[in-house]
């Protein structure tokens, strides 16, 4: 059967690093922003434009009267784009086995039974991860941070509420639920290598 | 350091198995109906009416006028019993490094920072292995075992919440949650204790 691994995650929990090592692990190709290349290939818009439209959720227009038109069209724009993407990450799957981090591919993959990987951490060790992967000349307080951190995930909800059945982050919707505090990720990729390898043998 | 792990879980879903096979594995010391027992052996009780009293939560006595002073009297018992249980769990942890099966002890041995598990399963999963492990003469049919299972959890829960400072089942309080769906118990165990041990060496 096909092999899907699909990674969910807090923003600072690391998940894009578990879902790199374990795609490397588990020698399988490993999609994350080769979809947002895509997506600019295919829509002739700039990566920075498509993130922002892609990760911040409809829902999160302003609802002012006066606005309602550039909403309904601004709205209209994104679910095309959503559709492109899922199509792009639907385009992927039926080639690849693979780990894919984040774009609700969990949710847009569910025909192929993905193993769902949700990976979290506690606030201080995220504002901890975030300050030391920092790009240079950011330099955020922790309070900054923290905002910055909601901020995001929050964006991440909203989108990902738009088209799931379950709520972003709901462990009912994953397979293993993985709190990265106190962790170091490479020292348990075997591990989580292996819980994959058990669910896919025992298919 | 100390190493305690502790095992929440949804009933049916194989928490029980997966906390005795971990402690098998890691050459730990096992608790679970033996911290019922102890708590026979110190109050004189039937365990049957101790695990009525513990596993219902207090909130949930009738709210009838007429059985307020039954509901007080009912319910300082329940405290009592509680306090005396969280007294054996943090004896047992003094002096064992041990795997401790439900009855709250994430929340009771904070103190130690244990690695806490919670472990969880899609309903007709549980149903599944409620039916297969079923005691001799039970025949519940599939929505009776779902009420039950529903019934069992929801008193979990709410004793649970009476002396801890989060919900029961909220992931963000746990290390690791894991999704039994799919997945023969037997076969993880390596795995999930290599991320147990991944923890501990880590700090």
Same sequence: chains 1, 2.
């Avoid at 690093?17 to 600019?40: P, Q, T």
């Avoid at 060790?125 to 995930?153: F, M, Q, V, W, Y």
């Avoid at 490479?186 to 025992?202: H, K, L, R, S, W």
């Amino acid at each position: 059967m096909k092999k899907i691994i699909t990674v969910s995650r807090e923003f600072g929990s690391g998940g894009r690093e578990l879902g790199k090592r374990l795609a490397d692990y588990l020698g399988l190709s490993y999609f994350d922003s080769e979809i947002a290349e895509e997506m600019s290939k295919q829509t002739n818009l700039d990566m920075d434009y498509l993130s922002g439209k892609l990760e911040r959720g409809v829902a999160h227009y302003p609802a002012t009267f006066a606005s309602s038109f550039s909403r309904i069209s601004s709205a209209s724009n994104s679910a095309m784009l959503i559709a492109k993407q899922h199509k792009i990450i639907k385009d992927i799957a039926k080639i690849n086995d693979c780990v894919i981090v984040g774009r609700g591919a969990d949710a847009v993959l569910s025909e192929y039974a993905p193993f769902k990987i949700f990976v979290y951490a506690d606030m201080p060790a995220k504002i901890e991860r975030c300050k030391n992967r920092a790009p240079e000349g950011e330099k955020l307080t922790d309070k900054e941070l923290e905002k910055k951190i909601k901020s995001i995930d929050k964006g991440r909800k909203s989108m990902y509420d738009i088209f799931s059945s379950h709520a972003w982050g709901e462990k009912s919707a994953y397979n293993l639920c993985i709190n990265t505090t106190g962790l170091d990720i490479e020292n348990i990729i075997p591990a989580v290598a292996g819980i994959v390898n058990a669910y896919f043998n025992g298919e």
